[in-house]
């Protein structure tokens, strides 16, 4: 019987344009290609967002391997900027073209053609997982967060979680993921008094406030690195007052600053540390200071172990290349997968993600199928 082909899959996911919370026809079809191979499949959608979950083997096996991915993208940007139509998957030099040609359409179609393949040529004794979401790239709240719901509804059960984003900086089989930063946005409004730029002293200018504490905050070291993480990075991303006048000091000041913070940190320590600073500045300058603090995720390791080995194993058997075992870059579902067994990430290097003219070497969709493969069969040895 002939292998499923990831390149071919890719492309045909490629051309759902599945940007986020559309579906575009990307789970339809993958539902459909895997119920043909004996996978039993739920939908999980929540909200707008659509969810696929699929089982193959035994509900509640001990032994059991998960793969997550997203087939939601992120728009366009400019499309007339793009040399190749963004959802035509068109090839040309070895390199296959489309907005989620990256991230993570052909991870998605790797590990689905490995499963398929695998279950088919050796059926193991014991059961394989897919969860595939169309909310990773928005706010990720009716997910991953929505099949993990489902699956504890319905006692399912991974043993262990392997999420295909690409993780590679620039070579295949470069780096493996076992781990993420915690991410944290936080939104400063400070209130004074609006006034006559002349007659500073009858007005409270926000800004002056303002300066001051986004100066106390980036300049603030929040720690020097752990053993599995760099240092926690502060970043000012944007101060507005949205005042056009040469003459007037506005009445309110807006800040925005994102943190990125490591295992020495929580999301509750690091809100606490900002409201402190905050009330400081309010107290010296006589303003108001508002603030609003989303967490997107905390930080969290998978420690180096038996499933960073299995892994790592099958990629260096593969590329030749032994990865390095990693925790940078920004957030992903691994985030959410943790709180349900251990997780790690691998998939294809990420150079051209959310670009203009998004691409991927096919050789190394193939390749990626590969390392899947020999990753379910030494799980299952």
């Known amino acids: ?51 696929l979950f699929a089982r193959w083997g035994a509900k509640g096996h001990v032994k059991t391997f998960g793969f997550n991915g997203h087939t939601d993208v992120v728009p366009l940007g400019d499309e007339a900027a793009w040399t190749m139509p963004p959802f035509g998957a068109e090839e040309k030099d070895g390199l296959m073209y489309g907005r989620g040609a990256t991230d993570m359409k052909s991870g998605v179609a790797a590990f689905a053609a490995a499963a ?11 059961a394989i997982i897919l969860t ?15 099949l993990l719901d489902y699956m504890g509804r319905e006692d399912e059960q991974m043993s262990v979680c392997l999420v295909g984003e690409p993780t590679c900086p620039n070579e295949m089989g470069e780096m493996i993921k076992i781990g993420r930063r915690g991410s944290l946005t936080a939104w400063f409004t400070i209130t004074g008094v609006q006034g006559h730029s002349a007659y500073p002293h009858r007005a409270n200018n926000p800004l002056n406030a303002m300066a001051r504490l986004m ?20 970043a000012v991303v944007t101060i507005d007052t949205g005042n056009p006048a040469t003459n007037v000091i506005p009445a309110q000041a807006a800040s925005t600053v994102n943190i990125r ?9 690091l809100s606490a540390w900002l409201q402190g600073e905050a009330g400081k500045v309010a107290a010296d300058f006589g303003v108001e200071i508002g603030i609003k603090v989303k967490v997107s995720g905390e930080s969290f390791i ?27 870059g920004g957030t992903s579902d691994a985030r959410f997968v943790k709180n349900h067994c251990p997780v790690v990430e691998f998939g294809l290097v990420g150079k051209t993600m959310h670009q203009v003219d998004e691409r991927v070497e096919v050789a190394q969709i193939h390749q990626l199928k590969s390392i899947y493969t020999r990753i379910l069969q030494d799980f299952f040895a």
């Open 261 to 269: 913070f490591n295992d020495s940190h929580s999301g509750a320590s």
């Open 1 to 51: 019987m002939p292998q499923t082909d990831p390149a071919r899959l890719t492309a045909d996911l490629i051309r759902c344009p599945s940007m986020t919370p559309e579906e575009g026809g990307a789970l339809v079809l993958l539902e459909k290609l895997l119920s043909g191979a004996g996978f039993e499949c739920t939908r999980t959608d929540r909200g707008e967002v659509s969810n």
């Open 215 to 234: 100066d106390r905050l980036a300049s603030h070291e929040l720690d020097q690195g752990t053993d599995h993480f760099d240092a926690s990075t502060l």
């Open 116 to 126: 398929i393949d695998f279950v088919r040529d050796s059926p193991p004794d014991g």
């Open 132 to 146: 595939i979401t169309g909310d990773e790239e928005g706010d990720a709240v009716d997910g991953t967060t929505a």
């Open 302 to 328: 998978t420690p180096p172990g038996a499933l960073s080995d299995l892994v790592s194993a099958a990629v260096e058997a593969e590329t030749g290349r032994k990865p390095d075992l990693s925790t940078t």
